[in-house]
């Protein structure tokens, strides 16, 4: 069940699958987004805007801008009742067809997301600390492929912008789920894009080799730091990272193991305590951004 991506055929393409454009309610065109990731380091990105019928129901045609360094997913933010607190529900679905139905009348958030993931695409449980999300509302979201751990525009609206305390319940209670961080740009004031993304290890390209990748969990998360590599040997759990301040291994309630000092690039640390259970690897740099592995399964 471990999909650490790092021994993967292939190479690490940077990302982002949460962004809006001028099609709901984003403050820059479908193009000028595209630019504003493909100048400035990104392999690909998927834009996301608001699947609602005051938008007429978008889901943002980017085909034409695919090249062969530069590559597009298709998706939208879906939206039905009702989370426990009375709000529709933000859900994350990336690699949908550009036909698909808009939401019914009598759509749950639940059976929309098991509808997008039927038709083929990746479902993220969308900035859950955000809005309140209960951990009755994710378990309901029975569809979900991932978490979405770190949203940027969250952490710059309401300071809400951590979401692992959702992935961490669901995790303790033995949901595989994934976990991805991501923009949600807008384009606003606030600094939301190109500050939070995943890193896909893929053999091409091409949008449903990077779109099987995502699914297969074959990414890490990042705000600046690189996860060079993680791998088990063992009873021990291997780190090596760009220059980093702290190398935290965490795993159900309150297991951990860390390594803190100027500049580490490389630690070991015994996982005997996480087994039957699960890890997950944080690093972070001088600077306080960073990085996340995917869940690491230890059964």
Known sequence: MNQLPFDKPGRFYRGNLHTHSTRSDGKLSP????????????????ITDHFLESYHFPIVDTREFRTSTFTTLLGAELHAPRIELGVNWHILAVGLPLDFAPTGEAETGPTLARRAADAGAFVGIAHPAWYGLTLADALSLDAAHAVEIFNQTCATYNDRGDSWYMEDMLLAQGHRLLAYAADDAHFSTRADYRAAWIQVRSESLDPDALLAAIKAGHFYSSQGPEIRDVRLDGERVQVTCSPAQSIFVAGRASAARYETGPGIARCEFPIGSFAGSYCRVTVVDAAGRRAWTNPIWLD
């Open 31 to 46: 193009a000028e987004v595209i630019a504003a990731y493909r100048d400035h380091g990104y392999d690909f990105l998927a």
